[in-house]
């Protein structure tokens, strides 16, 4: 463990020995803070990335207290479990040398300081969170996080409080929607709080009411809980009056606490999706915030920004993630459930109108009064537009009954499913799409962007929790509140083949990542994305639309040659081997694909990994090598594992892989470009000492979506058509060959199997720390040339070595910073 200075800021850091690439990373860092902006880093994967920004951004708030929360951004529940480990590691070694400190200067002392308490959690739904017993029993996430609005609704614990006390002497609940105000007891008299199994027998969440009764965010202890420590603390929470275990909820504990924690961690959707992020937005930005910037929502650069730091780990992919959040797809299946819940849904109204006429009288009153309503509290049904945009105007006239807007959504429905019978693409404008709805039904286009309110008020008068039974309807009050909000950047289409078969699929398309991204760059102080393979850096702030205060890509320092990148270019036979359009069903080159893998199999220790380009292009390939005998081949080398697109069979795939290399089988695993484990999953240490690339993860070019984006990017961007095209399938590349190398340590070949690869504007796009170990030599390599590369590569690494000295600065070295930093630039070649 060492601590030492970078520029003023005293750094912790909870291993004996750091790597070069982490103090600069640290120092970058520091700059993007200080200038109070956005910065873009890329830091090799394998060097640490994770902790140096967690050691160095809580040094920095420990230093300069006046810096707010940070907010760390993952894309899996195991990804956001690993950094929370890693966070505690820090903290734990932050606060042993603090004691220390305070013990050496004699001023420990009762009274604990600021400083003392550290708060981490982490946040995610209700499914990986919740511990009532019936609640968490259940396997789908919709219906768990419906169980569980039920539970909670305003209406149940309304009736609650009438059932069983109107003398309540301990305190009186008042409610604005979901949330209670407690006034304070008038006597000194406390009653029983009833216990969990009493409120379960009502109706309500025990665990939940005891968390609204005994307990606020001020009671957490100090510490870095990660998903099962937030549970754990939950189940073993006792009463502080009482000393009694009282079990508390963890999720809503989570939500609650994100005020007062020094760092947060937590899901892409939680900061960019309108549908999700609401359940954390408020509780980082406080009402006087908003309010304070409703004035003037147009001018960012008058806005308050908040001293809150975010990043975005991995954030290669974060403008698909912004694009999917503010986009919706309708099918022909899903317009006729939709009708189906909309009848069901009619069916409710006129039941509570035989039962009670007088609520759907006092829903009308409140629409004319134009009563805010609170939001859908699932995850996913929140309103799809982003906070900054939702209208605070009355609801129109025109669909304030209940059985008028059943009428309008009837009408919408049954107008979409004419508009998306059609057989040819079609695309146009959300304001042309609304001129034609206009025109065609006579209903005022402006009652689309009020689609979500009214539902939301209607779903609340009849109190149904279970929006997943009306999920299909959801989707199209969606479709009519984000077609009726946004114009710009936004397309709709109309595919009548989206796959080989006729179901048509009407589409509400962002083509403007920066929209979901703005909320996020205007409200807060420092936005950092960070990944290993984010090439090129300039590309980010175009699509995004914002100025970085910093750029920079890291360069990777080794102890030895331990990666081996080589792009193969044609077989024994002297054919190019490519994926492209006119080569990809040669028979040639699919079995010179195979017999490279046979090669690599036959000659390569342990487990390797190979990436196609799509499902359908390993379908295909996997269907001739079985047939001309390839996989029987491979197969007395390595076992064979698949991805699939069922996520519980790929899970036990990966499982039987590892295994394999465990026990010295070795394995073959296949697997997508852009899918789940290309995304997620990490093959260290002898699970991946090879990946193999076959062909270029291009998209499907002749999508209308992508082709309407890529327009809207060169008319509002200037970045031409082949430019993205490239830069997104060479992100996709580094993504998974990145996949093997996770610490100096390691060692991997990396294999670019495609033509292509070699061409500049395809070779240029690559990280600069896989570039810079790219030999020349190694550049149009045949398969039985690949095959050589490879054995004298492995034979290298099994040779022993002694790792450099530079590579790993130990805390002599780091107690002189300047010399220190004159090392690290030397070891990097940094200007």
Known sequence: MVKFYIEGIEVYFPYPKIYPEQIAYMRSLKNALDAKGHAVLEMPTGTGKTVALFSFVSSYQLAKPELGKLVYCTRTIHEMEKSLLELREV?????????????????????????????????????????????????????????????????????????????????????????????????STVERIPDIEEFNSLGLCGYYETMERIWNPTMIPSGVYTLEGLKEYSKNFKNVNTGKPSPICPYFMARRSIEHANIVVLNYQYMIDPKVSDAVFSHLCTESYLNLNKENPFNSKDKTKLPIVVVFDEAHNIDNVCIEALSVELSTETLDNAYSDLTRLEENVN????????????????????????????????????????????????????????????????????????????????????????????????????TYNRMKSLLNTLKLTSVGDITSLQLVVDFCTLVGTYSNGFIVIVEPYPTSTYDPLLQFSCMDASIAMKPVLDNFQSVVLTSGTISPLEFYPKILNFTPVLTQSLPMSFDRDCLCPIIVSKGANQVHISTKFDLRTDITVLRNYGALLIDFCKHIPDGIVCFFPSYAYMELILSHWYECGILASIMEHKLIFMETKDPVTTTLALYNYRKACDVGRGALFLSICRGKVAEGIDFDRHYGRCVVLVGIPFQYTLSKVLKARLDFMRCNYGIQENEFITFDAMRQAAQCVGRIIRNKADFGLMVFADSRYSRVDKKSKLPPWILKSIDPSHLFLTTESAVAVAKTFFRNMAQEYTPNKFTRLGQKMLDDEQSCWTTVQKVLKLR
């Open 351 to 450: 039941e509570l109108r035989q039962r009670d006429q007088q609520l759907l009288l006092e829903e009308y009153q409140k629409l004319v009064e134009n009563t805010n309503f609170d939001s859908i509290d699932i995850e996913g049904y929140m309103n799809p537009v982003l906070r900054a945009d939702i209208l605070e105007k009355a609801v129109p006239g025109s669909i304030r009954k209940a059985d008028h807007f059943i009428s309008f959504l009837k009408v919408v429905i049954g107008y979409l499913k004419k508009y998306i019978k059609v057989q040819e693409a079609k695309s146009e404008g959300p304001l042309m799409f609304l001129y034609r709805f206009e025109h065609e039904t006579e209903i005022s286009s402006e009652v689309m962007q009020h």
């Open 91 to 187: 903290i734990a070694y932050r606060n042993e040398q603090l004691v220390k400190k305070e013990e050496s200067k004699r001023e420990l002392s009762e009274n604990k300081s600021k400083n003392d308490y550290f708060l981490a959690i982490g946040l995610c739904s209700r499914r990986n969170l919740c511990i009532h017993p019936e609640v968490s029993s259940i396997a789908d996430r919709t219906k768990i996080d419906e169980k569980c609005c039920d539970l909670t609704s305003m209406w149940k614990r309304i009736q609650f409080e009438d059932i069983i006390d109107n003398k309540r002497s301990e305190y009186t609940i008042k409610y604005e929607g979901t949330s209670q105000i407690r006034v304070p007891p008038s006597t």
